[in-house]
């Protein structure tokens, strides 16, 4: 098997299951961190000691944090908890186009309490164009929400530039950045980052499904999204998951261990697939400097699920976001926001990459694909 | 819930003459192939119905109404039958037969709390009963309405009828859910029909069904062109067209390579034309050998290019088995009001389709002629695309 999908979910690492293993295992760790009793005690501090961990990878204050369900709670939680605690303060939000869906359906969730969003164009790499969003900074705007590596492309987001602008323009307006796929991948230094909340995801990282974070800066006060027994400050209630957040922790310290060797093996992935995948007329989608892990090609005459099948033939799998059926097509929203045409949209295909895929895996990908088009090309 | 025995009423199967026999029996077999996981039941025939009961004690499908109503719809699925009812049976005297009426009733209120008129209508096949059948309905119907003051009598149009039966056993019951009517699977031989994943094939399979033919599946698969999703799909299709048609036998033929071969080497606007003639003549092998005596067909008559009179006719010329196509006469609407009536509508139009945008044609000819197949077809080796597609990787999935 050749798992070249990793933006869609990993595997998890055996040191996640060792630790979720042990963790479940324990006579002590079951207890419920608000009891009173001796157990409760136990588990609140080693609850604790995962903040405190997570904090020091992300450089943040480990109050900053907060466990949810995924990353798509995160965003919704930031989203809506931000802009109904400062309504008052304005009504616009700016964000793009080629948002994941967490963001885009919360933002049309936003519209009908009443805001509007404004979309700041992206270009021919998929980032935004930073004059236009200059000139849609008003002092009604109370709120930006970006992604900082797209899912789709691997296309980085200037996040400087976008806060020397705000800085310059309106320093009241917060920003929220989607994480999940640039976490583990980049350095990630929220202190220096200056936004004001974020999203991660465990399961992108080698943990669990189920693992998600919130990060909302110290003196940022948004409304909690999920109500009930008051638990991690009050902003997310809910019994918190010891396992859960160990996962979380040690996927996320594993993947800054191995950073540099990781990017080292991914990068000659990709150089080598990139320049084998455009002698054979294939597009490459990504733009040249988008982050490693993610690269979207095109191949010629192939629609995308027809080529995703083939390769699954191969025990390669892939993914795509364009499907396609006899009578409607679904091509991907953030490939036709970037200006490529419907038909190499339609063509796309995703390969999303991990430090465990190798050389090898890439050169029968090639080989593969070579069987392929000599089979099932039309 | 104080009912435990169903009534099922036939229907066209009572208007048969010398075979009506044949027909009964069509029927309660398929019944009982129908109810075959709804426990140990006992189904009998008497006054010219059909009668279930649990033969345990304690069967879960007699004791509560959200499974009760699982039994009475499998019931309701099986063609020939034209309305089933819950009813309680006992023993004992007036006393008893107003009793269980009462609670009938109230059961029947709360379910169809908008009902507010009804009639009682009652039947003695014991005549040393000691009240007329007219007495019997007027004294239940009086008890009725000093126990339930918000209903009235209407005897011309009840929003319900109560009925009262007095035999060995009494029997009450209100209300009654119709059935698919039709003629029993079975009494009218074997069809093949040609199954897509789309809205009409399997209503085109339902309506054969209904006028009591057996049915065998086709289903021509392209992966990787299209997903093994979209077999799974045409699977649960077969499942949903099954409950209706009893046992059935899906084949899964591996059209790839043909529809790959006919792509290459075939005429583009004549592609959709000739590869339905290369589904034909697999399908009437394939039937042929299955004991099939027609091929079905969800066609409907200018839907698209390959359903012009025109089209059909090139299509149908290359197979001798009479080929039916039961919604060549229905708009989209109707179908689709069907396909939601067999229960199909919500998996027909899952995104996987059957076919790939990649084979269809832009512009295909819509009114074809003999020279234009001559054509797109000279270059094909047809028997051995049929040899194939009978023989080479064939599945066949017993649904």
Not at chain 1, 262 to 271: A, D, F, M, P
Not at chain 2, 346 to 371: G, N, R, W
Not at chain 2, 373 to 379: D, G, N, R, V, Y
């Amino acid at each position: 098997m050749i798992y070249f999908d990793n933006s869609a979910t990993t595997k998890p690492i055996p040191e996640v299951i060792e630790t979720v293993c042990n963790s479940l295992s324990s006579d002590t760790l079951f207890g419920n961190p608000g009891s009173l009793h001796e157990l409760g005690t136990i588990v609140t501090k080693e609850y604790n000691n995962q903040f405190k961990a997570i904090a020091s990878v992300l450089h943040c204050y480990e109050n900053e944090l907060y466990f949810t369900s995924c990353a798509t709670e995160s965003a919704n939680t930031a989203i809506l908890g931000y802009i109904t605690r400062h309504k008052r303060e304005g009504n616009i939000i700016i964000s793009t186009r080629t948002e994941h869906k967490a963001t885009l359906e919360t933002l049309k969730k936003a519209e009908e309490f009443g805001f509007i969003i404004k979309f700041v164009d992206v270009d021919r790499n998929g980032k935004p164009k930073l004059d236009m969003l200059e000139e849609l900074i008003s002092d009604e705007v109370i709120l930006m929400c970006f992604t900082h590596v797209n899912n789709e492309t691997g296309s980085i987001l200037p996040l400087d530039e976008i806060v020397n602008i705000r800085n310059k323009k309106n320093r009241k307006i917060a920003i929220y950045l989607d994480m999940v796929q640039s976490v583990g991948k980049l350095a990630i230094d929220l202190k220096k980052m200056n936004i004001e909340m974020g999203s991660f995801s465990g399961h992108k990282i080698h943990s669990v499904k189920g693992t998600g974070l919130l990060y909302v800066k110290a003196g940022v006060s948004i409304n909690p999204y999920i109500l009930g027994g008051g638990q991690q400050n009050n902003m997310r209630s809910g019994t918190q998951s010891l396992v859960l957040a160990e996962a979380f922790r040690v996927a996320l310290e594993e993947a800054y261990k191995h950073f540099d060797e990781s990017h080292e093996t991914v990068h000659e992935i990709n150089k080598f697939l990139r320049e084998e995948l455009v002698k054979r007329e294939a597009v490459i989608l990504s733009p040249d400097d988008a982050l490693d892990y993610v690269l979207n090609v095109s191949f010629k005459g192939f629609e995308s699920e027809t080529m995703l099948h083939c390769l699954e033939k191969y025990g390669i799998y892939v993914s795509t976001i364009s499907a396609c059926s006899s009578k409607t097509k679904k091509v991907s929203y953030v490939l036709l926001d970037m200006g490529i045409d419907r038909k190499t949209a339609g063509n796309s295909i995703r390969l999303s990459f991990s430090r465990f895929n190798t050389m090898e895996e890439a050169k029968t990908f090639i080989a593969s694909v070579d069987e392929i088009y000599k089979l099932f090309a039309l | 819930m104080g009912s435990n025995v169903i009534l099922a009423r036939m229907g066209e199967v009572t208007l048969k003459g010398l075979n009506r026999g044949v027909f009964e029996n069509k029927l309660m077999s398929n019944l009982k192939y129908r109810l075959k996981g709804f426990g140990k039941l006992s189904i009998f025939q008497s006054q010219s119905r059909l009668w279930i009961e649990p033969k345990d004690e304690n069967n879960e499908y007699f004791e509560s109404e959200a499974k009760a109503m699982d039994l009475l719809n499998a019931c309701t699925q099986v063609f020939g039958i034209v309305s089933v009812s819950f009813a309680s049976k006992f023993e004992g005297g007036f006393d008893e037969i107003v009793k269980e009426s009462i609670a009938c009733v109230e059961n029947y209120i709360n379910n169809h709390p908008e009902h507010k008129t009804f009639k009682v209508e009652s039947k003695r096949g014991d005549k040393s009963f000691p009240m007329t059948s007219m007495e019997l309905s007027g004294e239940v119907g009086y008890e009725i309405l000093e126990h339930f003051p918000q209903l009235s009598v209407d005897v011309k149009n009840p929003d319900f009828v109560l009925s009262v039966e007095v035999r060995e056993f009494n029997y009450v019951y209100a209300g009654k859910i119709m059935g698919h009517r039709g003629l029993p699977v079975g009494t009218a031989g074997k069809g093949m029909l040609l199954l897509s994943g789309g809205i009409d094939s399997p209503v085109a399979g339902y309506m054969m069904a209904s006028r009591g033919m057996q049915l065998d599946a086709v289903y021509f698969h392209s992966y990787p062109y299209t997903s093994d999703r979209a077999k799974d799909k045409v699977i649960d299709l077969a499942k949903i067209v099954s409950r209706f048609s009893g046992r059935m036998n899906l084949y899964v033929v591996d059209f790839t390579q043909i529809q790959l071969d006919m792509y290459k080497n075939s005429r583009q606007d004549m592609l959709t034309v000739t590869m339905r003639r290369v589904m034909f003549q697999i399908a009437e092998e394939l039937a042929k050998k299955s004991g099939c005596g027609c091929l079905i067909t969800g066609e409907s008559l200018g839907q698209v290019a390959s359903q012009t009179l025109e089209a059909i006719n090139i299509t149908n010329e290359v197979v001798e088995l009479p080929v039916f196509r039961p919604l060549i006469g229905l708009d989209k609407e109707a179908t689709c009001d069907l396909s939601r009536k067999i229960g199909a509508f919500e998996t027909s139009i899952l995104p996987y389709e059957d076919c790939c945008t990649v084979f269809v044609a832009k512009h295909p000819k819509t009114h074809p002629k003999h020279k234009d197949i001559e054509e797109a077809e000279s270059k094909l080796d047809i028997k051995q695309m049929v040899f194939d597609g009978v023989n080479k990787n064939l599945e066949i999935i017993e649904i």
